[in-house]
Each structure stands twice: as C-alpha cells, then as structure tokens.
C-alpha cells in the first residue's frame, strides 16, 4: 500500500488562518506512511495571504487563480495539473 501514488487537490480561497494545520498533518502522513503523496493548493483568488504560508511546505505545489472561480471550478482546473 505505501508504494500507492496518491494526490490529494486542496482548493483554498481566504485559508490563511486554517491552511497551515492540514498541510502540517499531510506532511506527516507523507514522511511516515506515503512517500508517493503529492499535495496540490488551489488558491482560488485570494484576498488574504495562504501563499506565504503554503510555500513553506516544499512538498507542496501550488495553483494560483487571480479571480475567484469557486470550489468546483478549482478542483476541475487541479485535476487537469
């Protein structure tokens, strides 16, 4: 099960405050149980600062949308990365 490559897409619009404790639990699922575990962040035309944070993680690639699209829209546009 570990050699499983596994994504999981975070659409984030205005997350600054709450982005950094999933990417810290995903950081940890990463080093101890999937090393085959790509995270992926929609910022989804935001008004606040989740960037600083998120790039902190360098496990993490990011998707920046200059205009809001919504959750479901984002999620279609990580899916194509």
């Given amino acids: 099960m570990k050699n ?8 984030a619009h205005n997350e600054e405050k709450i982005i ?6 995903l950081q940890k ?11 992926i962040v ?7 600062k989740p960037e600083d944070i998120v790039k902190k993680f360098h496990f993490v690639k990011i998707y920046k949308s200059k205009m809001r699209m919504g959750k479901q829209m ?8």
């Fill in 29 to 39: 699922i990463r080093r101890e149980e999937y090393r085959n575990l790509e995270v």
């Fill in 42 to 48: 929609g910022l989804d035309g935001c008004t606040d």
């Fill in 4 to 11: 499983l490559f596994v994504s999981v897409l975070m659409p």
């Fill in 20 to 25: 950094r404790e999933p990417l810290l639990n």
């Fill in 74 to 81: 984002m999620l279609r546009e990580l899916y194509k990365i």
